[in-house]
Structures are given as structure tokens and as C-alpha cells.
């Protein structure tokens, strides 16, 4: 399943994998507190992968933020 956020003041899909078990709106939530507590408090490398995010693909209970470069991707937990 597929849909986006605004982040960084640009449009970024997000993809779910369908063995997620949780409700798509809790993930998105969980998604979004996640990265603004990055944004406050991440250090240099995860705010380099925020500003060059390209697609975010949500598995389990982790995200993968996939970036222009791949050793800039990253994988948050979100819990």
C-alpha cells in the first residue's frame, strides 16, 4: 500500500508492506513522531538523510528512509 507525507516541505511517498499488522493510521503516526524527534534531536547523519529522503518503505516496526545516496539510508525504529 502506498501514500505520502509532507516532509521537509516536500511530498514523500510511503510505502507499507502487507504483513504489517497495525493500522495504517497508527503507523503513519508513530512514522511522523518518530521523524520529528529526530529532526529536534537526531544528530548530523540522520538530519543528512532527511533532507535528501526520497521514499520511505514501513516494515515491521521499522522504516526504511531510502535516500538519493545508499549509504545515506537509513532504518528508524518506531518504537
Do not use: W
Not at 544528530?43 to 543528512?48: G, L, N, P
Not at 526520497?54 to 518506531?78: P, Q
Amino acid at each position: 500500500m502506498k501514500t505520502t507525507i509532507l516532509l521537509e516541505n516536500k511530498m514523500v511517498p510511503v510505502y507499507f508492506n502487507a504483513e504489517n499488522t497495525q493500522p495504517m493510521s497508527k503507523l503513519l503516526r508513530l512514522l511522523r513522531r518518530t521523524i520529528e524527534h529526530k529532526v529536534v534531536n537526531g544528530k548530523k547523519m540522520i538530519k543528512t538523510c532527511l533532507d535528501t529522503v526520497i521514499s520511505i518503505e514501513v516494515v515491521g516496526s521499522e522504516a526504511i528512509l531510502h535516500t538519493y545516496r545508499e549509504s545515506d539510508t537509513l532504518a528508524l525504529s518506531l518504537y
